[in-house]
């Protein structure tokens, strides 16, 4: 049960970024900014909160103890929301859950940024879902909803590279 209600906290700890993404998104659109691939964020977003019902769910139903995974899943969860902090005050008004490209859109270089390409993909987002199958041990309900979110990233990753070389002549 106490590995159950640690999911529970891990995913409202999410509901300020939710609320962040809101914000920009609501001035980006208010500014004529443009989305793009609504469809697929839907299809992420639907995804990766499956994960999250699906782990805690399995967590409850199972009575998974809490023990070494619970702490290796909590170390890699606190990484994941370090690096989402990160980008978060990074991006800035650019930061949300889609893809939009606003007026005056800067390309945004750090260092962190110039060496890895979408480090909230790559080190927030995947390292995130993956603490909740650390976590709950849900591996049996984790993988085929792992392969589904990894399919819709990465055709969000790839659609997103489009936008960005065609918006940004020095994106490379």
């Known amino acids: 049960m106490v590995t159950g209600i640690i999911l529970i906290v891990l995913t409202l700890l999410r509901v300020p970024s939710a609320i962040i993404s809101g914000r920009n998104e609501a ?13 697929n964020s839907r299809a992420l977003i639907v995804v990766q909160f499956l994960i999250y019902a699906s782990t805690i769910v399995y967590a409850f139903v199972e009575e998974v ?6 702490y290796l899943g909590l170390a890699v969860y606190a990484f994941a929301m370090a690096i989402l902090v990160y980008v978060i005050r990074t991006l800035g008004r650019f930061w949300t859950f889609k893809i939009y490209i606003a007026k005056g859109h800067q390309l945004i270089e750090t260092p962190l ?9 790559y080190l927030n987002i995947i390292p995130e879902v993956l603490s909740f ?7 049996i309900v984790f993988a085929p909803l792992f392969v589904l979110h990894l399919i819709t990233l990465f055709n969000r990753i790839r659609l997103e590279e489009k936008i960005m070389k065609r918006t940004f002549r020095d994106y490379g």
């Open 27 to 39: 001035r980006i659109k208010a500014h004529g900014g443009l989305e793009y691939g609504r469809t």
């Open 65 to 70: 103890p809490v023990g070494a995974n619970t």
């Open 113 to 121: 940024f110039k060496r890895i390409k979408h480090p909230n993909y």
């Open 133 to 139: 199958a650390i976590i709950s041990q849900a591996w």
